[in-house]
């Protein structure tokens, strides 16, 4: 069993910074691949970003790809998004979810445990 609790949404301008952080608790944490998922009003919830048990593998959606970093603290049992030169396209709620397995999965259906979300908010 692991519970998820996200951390560190927010209101930003344009071209703004946040780090959301994703709280685990439970013995298998280090097991499971991580990931980033995001829904807007209005739409299907996304893939933003996943990295694997050991960090070894990272992958990101195409939106997002060079301005967010996916990290995990295995010893803290912590996963991270750092997002940089955010747009108003990127406002949404922002969920972090553990893996069925160790590996990078980008479908919703790869992930078994999921947070509550964080609100993240981007102004013009």
């Known amino acids: 069993q692991v519970q998820l609790v996200e951390s560190g949404g927010g209101l930003v301008q344009a071209g703004g910074s946040l780090r959301l952080s994703c709280a685990a608790s439970?013995?298998?944490?280090?097991?499971?691949?991580m990931g980033w998922f995001r829904q807007a009003p209005g739409k299907e919830r996304e893939f933003v970003a996943t990295i694997s048990w050991s960090s070894g593998s990272t992958y990101y959606a195409d939106s997002v790809k060079g301005r967010f970093a996916i990290s995990r603290d295995n010893a803290k049992n912590a996963a991270y998004l750092q997002m940089e030169s955010l747009k108003p396209e990127d406002t949404a709620v922002y969920y972090c979810?553990?893996?069925?397995?160790?590996?990078?999965?980008?479908?919703?259906?790869?992930?078994?445990?999921w947070g509550q979300g964080t609100q993240v908010t981007v102004s013009s």
């Open positions: 439970g013995r298998t944490f280090s097991n499971k691949a």
């Open positions: 979810a553990a893996g069925r397995t160790r590996y990078v999965g980008r479908d919703s259906q790869d992930y078994d445990y």
